[in-house]
């Protein structure tokens, strides 16, 4: 999609929740949902704590409310084992899959330019 694309797309879409655009790009504006996303792209099935110990900033609350939302957007899949003590295990859905090379190429970028926005926002 080039820029005039992305301007008639915006247009055509005057409410934030009937743009697909600005919808799914807000989801990934949290400060955490890539992040975790990565994470969870490293294993089959990722337990919480798993997650928490890779993101340490992230507080307990704010990891279960993104995942929350990650899941209700079919990015996550959440599993729950009747055991006792209960597991829970987080993995990505083939959607959420289908955004790892995406992030991988915007990890990229932003490992080739920090340098550059960093010295940009020192002026």
């Known amino acids: 999609m080039n820029g005039l694309q992305l301007q008639e797309n915006l247009k055509k879409y005057t409410r934030i929740e009937d743009c697909p655009i600005r919808n799914v790009l807000s989801r990934f504006s949290s400060k955490w949902a890539m992040l975790i996303l990565c994470v969870l792209s490293e294993n089959e099935a990722t337990r919480f704590n798993t997650i928490s110990k890779a ?55 932003a490992l080739d330019n920090s340098a550059y926005i960093s010295k940009c926002r020192k002026k």
């Open 55 to 109: 993101i340490p900033d992230i507080s307990p609350k704010v990891l279960t409310e993104t995942l929350k939302a990650l899941e209700t957007d079919g990015l996550v899949k959440r599993k729950l084992y009747a055991e006792i003590p209960p597991r829970v295990e987080y993995s990505l859905t083939e959607v959420g899959q289908s955004l790892i090379p995406i992030l991988n190429s915007l990890i990229t970028w």
